[in-house]
């Protein structure tokens, strides 16, 4: 019983040590044990500064090379009663410390407590549906020529409460008491993501989320959210304009492929990049000169093996004009909806060409 009291106690009061306290009494002992040896005549383990730190370190550590050590009666009393005894003290609680930081960190990580305001260019993704959101973020991991560098998954610790998929380096995860809470935005580093995903448990959830980040975004950041419940997606739109809706089209999908046998499977392989060609939207630079809807099918077609299924003016799709006629001009600042073998950007396309080819 006194024994598990000694140790109660011994654990409770290193608990409460400080990075400062133990730097004073490490410096404390050395000095003590400095001014002990000096008396006792070790001038050879006092002489160097170097000589002396690494003699202390060497019989605090328990590694006892041998190659320093007290050489008359009185330095060995003192390092037998105090210097051996005091100095294994101070290391096992220097050793605890860094282990319970260590480990601390590494709770923090998991249960999603750390702080990812110095994250830049990350995807968040807010909700965790299980297998959908695995998927989903396998299927974003898989493109090479995505935007973002990380991503971090954003859910209630009510919901999720470790860190779903810590296989992967990529990935975060920071458990979010309230999305409308500055602190928890900054926390996240909302103002410097490159897009969100809005994937919540419900419509109730992803609305609320939606309209709590909304205008917490910069003007270069993509904000996409799922909804079931049409009025839902219809009272998001109206109040912002900024966020791209995503339905649920089952009913529609169905009904395609009924009227149209395989219609479903090209519907899957424009959004499956594991499945060859797949979608993708480039925007046009707004400096380029006009020119003609065939003129760019046609060179799309020749130069990028693409194809272009449709233009739109705004960078959330809406008002979205698929198969226009060939002499529907095109401008910069539009962008455009194509299929292809590989993503490619801007500056890869001869905006030039296509204006002379017409």
Not at 171 to 182: G, I, L, W
């Amino acid at each position: 019983m006194l024994l598990s009291r000694i140790i109660q106690l011994c654990q409770l009061h290193l608990a409460r040590l400080t990075w400062p306290g133990l730097l004073i009494l490490f410096l404390t002992h050395y000095c003590i044990c400095y001014i002990a040896l000096r008396l006792a005549g070790e001038a050879h383990l006092t002489a160097k500064l170097g000589d002396f730190i690494y003699y202390c370190s060497v019989v605090g550590s328990t590694l006892g090379f041998g190659d320093l050590s007290p050489q008359n009666q009185p330095g060995r009393w003192f390092t037998g009663l105090w210097h051996i005894p005091v100095s294994v003290a101070l290391f096992g609680a220097l050793m605890g410390k860094m282990i319970s930081v260590a480990q601390q960190a590494l709770t923090k990580g998991i249960r999603g407590l750390s702080n990812f305001n110095h994250l830049s260019g990350h995807l968040i993704i807010v909700g965790w549906r299980g297998q959908q959101t695995e998927k989903m973020i396998n299927l974003l991991l898989y493109d090479q020529s995505k935007t973002f560098s990380q991503i971090l998954i954003c859910e209630s610790g009510a919901q999720l409460q470790h860190h779903p998929m810590q296989g992967h380096a990529q990935v975060f995860f920071a458990s979010v008491s309230n999305f409308n809470a500055p602190e928890e935005q900054q926390r996240i580093g909302l103002a410097n993501c490159n897009s969100v995903i809005i994937f919540a448990q419900n419509d109730e959830q992803t609305f609320t989320v939606a309209l709590s980040i909304a205008g917490q975004v910069s003007d270069s950041s993509h904000i996409v959210a799922y909804l079931e419940d049409e009025r839902y997606a219809r009272l998001l739109e109206q109040h912002c304009h900024q966020i791209e809706v995503v339905r649920n089209l089952s009913a529609e999908q169905l009904l395609r492929s009924v009227q149209d046998p395989g219609s479903s499977q090209s519907v899957a392989s424009i959004m499956n990049p594991m499945l060859g060609d797949t979608g993708y939207v480039l925007e046009i630079p707004h400096h380029v000169n006009e020119f003609c809807y065939g003129g760019l099918m046609r060179y799309m077609k020749q130069h990028h093996d693409a194809t272009v299924l449709g233009i739109s003016h705004c960078k959330n799709g809406r008002g979205m004009e698929l198969n226009p006629i060939v002499s529907t001009v095109i401008r910069g600042g539009m962008w455009l909806h194509l299929i292809g073998n590989q993503r490619i950007t801007a500056d890869e396309v001869q905006w030039h060409t296509i204006g002379k080819e017409l």
